[in-house]
């Protein structure tokens, strides 16, 4: 059975708790988790399919780990490889940002030569903008938690998000 690569990086454990929730739901025996704090480029290299996820902190910022991994991230060849990303946010205290490092890792596996999947419906979300919604704003390019605004909707979402890219990834 071919392994799945769940990359996240946490500062406050709420991160980690939703990409626990999405290896369970996918199968803990199918999905390697790395903390994105110890992990190295090269890791990626064992997976076609990939998981990412980070939580957006502040006025669109990256995770303090994701921000430390980013360089080396921005160089790994996803080629081949099917990724699906997923973050967190609070989208009524920074509606402006909501997201965006969804949107950021989006772009660099789009410009390294991943084949997107997991697009998640922006609607039930309050918010005034986001790098990761799609141009037509129909979507964002990942899965969108809000554990401050919305924590009640984060199992149903998780377990929606994970049937969605189960089949999107032939899984």
Request: aromatic letters at 14%; glycine letters at 10%; charged letters at 30%.
């Amino acid at each position: 059975m071919e392994k799945i690569g769940l990359f996240y990086g946490t500062d406050t454990g709420n991160t980690e708790r939703v990409a626990d929730m999405i290896k369970n739901e996918l199968g803990a025996d199918r999905v390697e988790v790395h903390d994105i704090a110890s992990a190295k480029a090269s890791d990626f290299d064992a997976y076609t399919k990939i998981i990412l996820g980070q939580p957006t902190w502040y006025y669109g910022e990256r995770q303090s780990s994701w921000d430390d991994f980013w360089e080396d991230f921005c160089a790994i060849d996803f080629s081949g490889k099917t990724v699906a990303c997923f973050g967190l946010g609070d989208q009524a205290d920074y509606a402006e940002y909501f997201i965006d490092a969804v949107g950021m890792m989006h772009d660099v596996v789009l410009q390294n030569g991943g084949t997107p999947a997991g697009y998640w419906s922006t609607e039930g979300y309050e918010y005034d903008e986001s790098k990761a919604a799609t141009e037509d704003g129909e979507f964002f390019v990942g899965l969108a938690i809000d554990e401050d605004q919305q924590a009640e909707l984060t199992e149903q979402r998780v377990k929606d998000w994970v049937a969605q890219i189960k089949e999107e990834m032939e899984l």
